[in-house]
């Protein structure tokens, strides 16, 4: 079955040397249609998990994704910042990733959920997948440098709004022209715009290719480098480290904080995805580790389907 694709990505079934745009009259260097589209409203951060709201002054009461089962509660009552509050709290950091042509970018100290932006190299230019809870000046500049290097930023995706971060902010300072995730989870995009909702299986660039795997969101997605061995896996598994850093236990959730396991259907969906893609390295919205495979997921889900439903962590040996 050939996956469907984004402008500017290879389609299996066209001619790779197509410029997809030139079917309609355009060009992958036109101006981005996108933009000024966006709610001129100020953005705010919720301090406890991240998440961003574009909401009239003087902000939000509630934090939406906190409120949800799959998150916990602030103890001592929702706080939110603005835009240049964010700024003053955190500085930025980018790093290569341990597979290469992946960037990682982040901020210290720790803010909201403390998510990981992956930048990944790609035949179109770059794809962000992911991104930090915040992009200082000095990480947008690194951005662009690289986007000029690499052949451009054309896409941004995510797997769920656990990962998207300052997905807003990329999404107004660079201009993707195109800015997915799954149609199921539109509901927690407020605060940017989606310019192209994926259904289950879609090609973000050449061997680049997110596929929903439901269960944790219904709209929860994984994107599968094919060329690097890499699973960017969302929140469809978590990992637990060892104290020097290496993979030691697997578990799958629809609430990690609340210990509430998914359901048999459910895994019996992410096993159908998972189990037909061939990697050797997960990435998380929080860190990247080899050492964990296709077949170590499989074993875990089989394991989880052959009795009552559990969040407990599985021991990578086990497995």
Not at 145 to 153: P, Q, Y
Not at 231 to 247: A, H, I, M, R
Not at 291 to 297: A, E, F, I, L, Y
């Amino acid at each position: 079955m050939t996956s469907p694709s984004v402008p500017g990505a290879i389609d299996r079934a066209t001619d790779p040397a197509a410029d997809p745009g030139a079917r309609h009259g355009t060009s992958q260097v036109d101006t981005n249609p996108y933009r000024g589209l966006l709610p001129d409203l100020p953005a705010y951060a919720c301090t406890n998990c991240g998440h961003w709201q574009r909401w009239p002054a003087p902000g939000p009461l509630v934090c939406p994704v906190c409120a949800d089962v799959r998150n916990a509660l602030p103890e001592h009552g929702f706080e939110f910042v603005t835009d240049k509050q964010a700024d003053e709290l955190v500085t930025g950091t980018w790093r290569p990733a341990p597979v290469d042509g992946v960037t990682e970018f982040g901020t210290e100290p720790r803010f909201g959920l403390d998510s990981r932006g992956w930048v990944i190299e790609t035949d179109i230019g770059l794809v962000g997948f992911e991104c930090a809870p915040w992009y200082t000046a000095d990480m947008l500049a690194e951005l662009r440098r690289m986007a000029a290097e690499k052949g451009g930023f054309p896409v941004l995706a995510s797997s769920h709004v656990h990962g998207y971060g300052a997905l807003w902010q990329l999404q107004q300072e660079l201009e993707p022209r195109v800015v997915c995730v799954n149609v199921h989870d539109l509901v927690w995009t407020k605060a940017f715009r989606v310019t192209w909702p994926a259904d289950d299986v879609l090609a973000l660039a050449p061997d680049l290719t997110l596929h929903r795997t439901g269960g944790h969101f219904a709209g929860h997605s994984v994107l599968h480098d094919r060329r690097r061995g890499v699973l960017f896996c969302g929140d469809s598994l978590k990992v637990d480290l060892s104290p020097d850093g290496e993979p030691a236990a697997l578990s799958a959730h629809k609430a990690f904080h609340a210990q509430i396991p998914l359901s048999h259907g459910e895994l019996r969906e992410m096993l159908a995805v998972v189990a037909e893609l061939d990697f050797g390295t997960v990435a998380t919205p929080f860190e990247m580790v080899p050492g964990v495979t296709t077949d170590h997921v499989v074993h875990l889900v089989q394991r989880l389907l052959s009795g009552p439903p559990d969040a407990a962590p599985v021991p990578l040996d086990e497995l």
